[in-house]
């Protein structure tokens, strides 16, 4: 195939077509930067042309005409991803879906939602119409978009009562539109949903969501002190383990992350105080500040609404996850991170060996996870790069040690992930996208099904760096 990219754009011009090559470049861009592997790989790779569909309609005209023209399509939302997501490796369209953001229905226990919707304006809909928030949603919840977060999270902020984003209801329903000749709109529910979520939209493009709701309350935000590492650690576990008490994230930083890298707690804390950050429903503070007089060491110095500190910290969730990452990025650009999966029942011991023998080169970052009833932890690890061997290196020792990684330096479905082909992703790819439009590049069962893994895949038809 040769794709005709000039007669594409032309077929869709009376559409919302970006024309600056500047726009065009930074909507062809995510987050890969946090990587410097994946930065040294991907910083040149950009679209032909940026097309904005309306509506469900224009989706459907863009993936037709692209169709037959043989160009690649990238879909995008806000571009907040860490891997390379929405990096369109052979050029082509990049279908930007901001225009549609529309909250299209709300009843008790769950939205209609279009993808492009912000996780912010979602929540703030749902609040002003009865009184709901979504479940969980990443630690970009004023930039990212509810597409985004299904096609290429896995949890986040409420994950530490609600587990992650693919387990069973916490997705209800996805719409999606292939990629053919003439393509199909199907309704996915039930097994149905692994095909496209955390698919990067390699295999099909939604374009309707149906998200779970809980409650909305004033969330409490804090951030508790501790002089030891593992009393912070065992503070977040333990509480996360009481069941009367109602929380949204509970978030443990390694000193010197506090001090070195968050710019406004800095002030209240010593290089050496390992801090938890917390968001705690107010119903349930009454027994959180009793939970916390039992805990010996554990200092609370910041409680949302305090009038002590002379600059605000701003929300306490934009400290945790991957905001960890870009906080410490501004202050030493040389730190990147990894994904670990500490996984119950050894979790705690398993964090202490990899402190043990990494501190301070990697410095602990830990989720509070919900992952079958059981209360683990998923470890953002910052990284004191010096090379990609050493890298690569400190990633084996990891896996050798028993912690999954989830790699962040790959740009691929499988590496990025648990390293094997999700069949279901596969099989659906090859029924939705015949000739491999969509986001070509990042699912390599479908680009090499032989490949062994024992390096990092390099995508052959990956744009040349001019």
Not at 320 to 349: C, F
Request: charged share 25%.
């Amino acid at each position: 195939m040769s794709p005709d990219t000039a007669a594409a754009k032309a077929a869709l011009s009376h559409l919302d077509i970006e024309e600056s090559d500047s726009a065009i470049r930074a909507k062809s861009r995510d987050f890969f930067w946090y990587s410097p592997v994946l930065k040294s790989r991907l910083d040149h790779v950009t679209a032909d042309f940026v097309v904005s569909p309306r509506n469900e309609a224009e989706v459907i005209e863009v993936l037709k005409t692209c169709y037959v023209h043989d160009v690649p399509v990238t879909t995008r939302g806000a571009g907040t991803g860490n891997y390379g997501q929405a990096m369109p490796l052979e050029g082509g369209c990049v279908m930007h879906l901001h225009h549609m953001a529309a909250v299209k229905e709300v009843h008790p226990g769950r939205v209609i939602v279009e993808p492009g919707c912000l996780l912010k304006d979602l929540d703030a809909q749902c609040i002003a119409q009865s009184g709901q928030e979504i479940r969980m949603f990443s630690s970009t919840w004023a930039t990212a978009t509810i597409g985004g977060f299904i096609a290429g999270g896995s949890g986040g902020v409420g994950s530490c009562t609600w587990g992650s984003l693919r387990d069973l209801g916490n997705i209800i329903r996805l719409r999606v539109v292939t990629m053919e000749e003439e393509p199909r709109v199907l309704e996915f529910r039930g097994e149905e949903l692994a095909r496209v979520s955390h698919a990067y939209g390699t295999n099909g493009i939604i374009t309707e969501i149906e998200m779970p709701l809980a409650p909305a309350y004033d969330w409490v935000e804090l951030f508790v002190a501790f002089d030891d590492f593992t009393p912070a650690m065992e503070f977040a576990e333990e509480l996360a383990n009481e069941d009367g008490i109602l929380i949204k994230l509970a978030t443990v930083f390694e000193a010197p992350i506090a001090h070195d890298y968050f710019q406004r707690v800095k002030p209240h804390v010593a290089p050496g105080t390992h801090v938890v950050a917390l968001m705690v429903a107010p119903q349930s503070m009454d027994g959180f500040d009793t939970f916390t007089a039992r805990r010996a060491g554990a200092r609370v110095i910041y409680r949302s609404g305090d009038t002590n500190w002379d600059r605000n910290p701003g929300r306490v969730f934009e400290y945790g996850w991957n905001h960890t990452t870009l906080r410490a990025l501004k202050v030493d650009p040389s730190i990147t991170y990894l994904q670990v999966r500490y996984g119950y029942p050894e979790h705690r011991a398993l964090i202490e060996k990899m402190r043990a023998e990494f501190s301070p080169e990697v410095l602990q970052h830990l989720e509070v996870l919900r992952e079958g009833g059981k209360v683990m932890f998923a470890g953002l690890s910052l990284v004191k790069f010096t090379s990609e061997e050493r890298l690569d290196e400190i990633i084996r020792l990891h896996e050798d040690a028993g912690a999954m990684i989830f790699n962040p330096h790959r740009y691929t479905l499988e590496e990025g992930g648990r390293q094997t082909v999700d069949d279901r992703q596969l099989r659906f790819k090859q029924e939705a996208d015949p000739k491999g439009l969509l986001n070509p590049g990042k699912m390599i069962a479908w680009d090499d099904p032989d490949w062994d893994y024992s390096g990092m895949y390099a995508y052959p038809k990956m744009q040349a760096a001019e």
